[in-house]
């Protein structure tokens, strides 16, 4: 392996990272596809809740997995070790030409869109999209202690900004605007076990992808000091605190905003909340929030996800025979950072923006093959368990096994579902996945 980057990352630019990743546009845009799906208001907080504790009990396990491999690239490394040289492999070719730039580029054109919208500019949201790209990257490059202060600072921000408008929004809004069950609850106080047997499997749907991002930190081990402490803390604490947040936002939404208005109307609720607060200023508050919560998610993509090419990347450019291995393997000598990676990265998330230009288009892109592999890394502890015999104070997956499998079955539901509804973009992703299958067993040839 290769030990070139430094550890630098302490537990508050853990934090920061995986509550960064975490917190994107999701939790101001999914209220209101939720609640077309929710029939009362009690729903909204289940599922909320349900997908936190699911993506906790993937968290709890994989926080096991990284503390084997606590090095850069740590995902390649685990799946490598537990699944096999060609699923390894796949892990990172999914990541360079799937999942890594699909998500950069569809929080780049999420934010372009919102940026030309609020400045009137007339500027193209792919071209702003682009820009920020470039920018992070920029970032990037400077140094490891630049872009984790930059994170930090983000996610303080968006973080402090939204629990003032929730918190405020409770002090401030008349308590005559609290609401009475609506239409739309009373209606449908019924169902029994299959009708929330639907709702949850319709739920988990529609909210699973704004939690989206808690591996993230994984890809940058190499770089967290005390990576076997501060890397399952990171987790756990970032996890409950995003899910807690995710929920207190939702009651201010539900307080404000009666669970059929919310479902129906053009408005999200978020500016609903703000305006009923603080006025029409609130509006506008909550459109630069929007900006800096997509900036944050989007600075820590372009961070972490580099270093998972990198960890393979630093392993197999000592074949000696593909430039392209060697030259992601790099790392400037001056500022410690993967160099190669950053760029690679930063160039096909471009090309994934200009080709896509629509941010549905582009989730859809990437999000079976990347939660599959989620999957085979939260069930690689079965594998480790026989093989590596644990010391008392290493950290250990609490409630094994029941937690790594609730993970697994709900994220597979989940990928099933995918599969059926968003047929032509997902099959994209699959198949752009599978071509690494080939190109492994021509380099494993070679090599």
């Not at 702003?128 to 920029?138: L, R």
């Not at 939690?211 to 890397?231: C, L, R, S, T």
């Not at 060697?326 to 500022?335: D, E, M």
Request: aromatic residues 14%.
């Amino acid at each position: 392996m290769n030990h070139s980057l430094k550890r630098q990352l302490g537990l508050v630019a853990v934090l920061s990272i995986v509550m960064g990743d975490m917190m994107g546009s999701g939790i101001f845009y999914t209220p209101q596809e939720l609640a077309l799906v929710a029939t009362q208001s009690w729903q909204i907080y289940f599922l909320w809740g349900l997908c936190g504790f699911i993506i906790l009990c993937g968290a709890l396990s994989v926080a096991e997995t990284c503390t084997y491999f606590p090095e850069s690239g740590s995902d390649y490394f685990i799946i490598k070790e537990g699944w096999g040289d060609g699923l390894g492999f796949l892990r990172v070719w999914t990541n360079m030409w799937v999942s890594g730039p699909g998500s950069i580029a569809a929080v780049a054109i999420l934010f372009g869109e919102f940026f030309t919208k609020f400045s009137g500019s007339g500027i193209e949201p792919v071209i702003i999209g682009i820009a920020v790209i470039v920018f992070f990257v920029g970032i990037n490059l400077v140094g490891v202690s630049w872009s984790s202060w930059t994170q930090i600072l983000l996610t303080t921000i968006k973080v402090s900004a939204l629990l003032f408008i929730v918190v405020m929004s409770i002090f401030l809004v008349d308590t005559t605007l609290l609401l009475e069950p609506t239409l739309n609850e009373s209606q449908h106080s019924g169902g029994g076990i299959l009708q929330l047997f639907r709702l949850t499997g319709l739920g988990i749907g529609v909210v699973l992808f704004t939690y989206d991002g808690w591996i993230d930190i994984i890809h940058a081990a190499g770089e967290v000091k005390n990576p076997k402490k501060n890397i399952p803390a990171g987790l756990i604490i970032g996890i409950i605190g995003i899910t807690v947040l995710y929920l207190f936002t939702n009651y201010a939404y539900l307080r404000v905003v009666p669970l059929s208005e919310m479902g129906r109307g053009n408005q999200l609720a978020i500016f609903k909340v703000a305006e009923a607060t603080f006025g029409m200023i609130g509006g506008k508050f909550i459109s630069i929030l929007l900006m800096v919560s997509i900036l944050g998610a989007l600075g820590g993509l372009i961070m972490t996800n580099p270093r998972l090419i990198y960890g393979m990347s630093a392993q197999l450019q000592s074949s000696g025979k593909f430039s392209l291995f060697k030259f992601l393997s790099n790392v400037n000598s001056k500022t410690g950072v993967p160099s190669g990676s950053l760029l690679f990265m930063g160039a096909i998330s471009i090309v994934a923006l200009i080709y896509l230009q629509s941010f549905s288009r582009i989730v859809n892109f990437f999000v079976v093959p990347n939660h599959f592999f989620n999957i085979l890394l939260v069930a690689a502890i079965f594998k480790f368990r026989k093989k590596i015999d644990r010391k008392p104070q290493d950290y250990h997956t609490p409630f094994y096994p029941v937690t790594p499998i609730l993970f697994i079955i709900t994220i597979s539901g989940f990928l099933f579902a995918a599969i059926i509804y968003r047929p032509q973009d997902t099959i994209i992703g699959i198949l752009l996945t599978a071509i690494g299958i080939p190109f492994y067993l021509w380099f494993k040839e070679r090599k």
